[in-house]
């Protein structure tokens, strides 16, 4: 079994920042891809960020030069640092993992968190 576990949300004035983390535990043999997706009220959810296991990134346009993601290999996590927030970033923001797992990496799936609220105040 794999588990994410997110924390980091809250609220915040409009200019502000907010660092997001998320910790992928249990049966990891690898992590393909992690990123962050966010859903509004009456919204889908949609692709924050994006790390893949090359290192290689993409951002929704929304959020280009504002947020910005990284990660630890050694504590298998990936990080959101959100700088200039604004009201319209209020949302749900959920982590995603895309990890290959079990003693002999035979099993890949996708992965949720439980979801933290982030909300930015006008």
């Known amino acids: 079994q794999v588990q994410l576990v997110e924390s980091g949300g809250g609220l915040v004035q409009a200019g502000g920042s907010l660092r997001l983390s998320c910790a992928a535990s249990?049966?990891?043999?690898?992590?393909?891809?992690m990123g962050w997706y966010r859903q509004a009220p009456g919204k889908q959810r949609d692709l924050v960020a994006r790390?893949?296991?090359?290192?290689?990134?993409n951002y929704a346009d929304s959020v280009k030069d504002r947020f910005t993601i990284s990660r630890d290999n050694a504590k298998n996590t990936v990080y959101l640092q959100m700088n200039s927030l604004k009201p319209e970033d209020t949302a749900v923001y959920y982590c995603?993992?895309?990890?290959?797992?079990?003693?002999?990496?035979?099993?890949?799936?996708?992965?949720w968190g439980q979801g933290t609220q982030v909300t930015v105040s006008s």
């Open positions: 249990g049966s990891v043999f690898s992590i393909n891809a």
């Open positions: 995603y993992a895309d990890i290959t797992s079990g003693r002999l990496g035979l099993m890949r799936n996708d992965y």
């Open positions: 790390i893949m296991s090359g290192g290689s990134v």
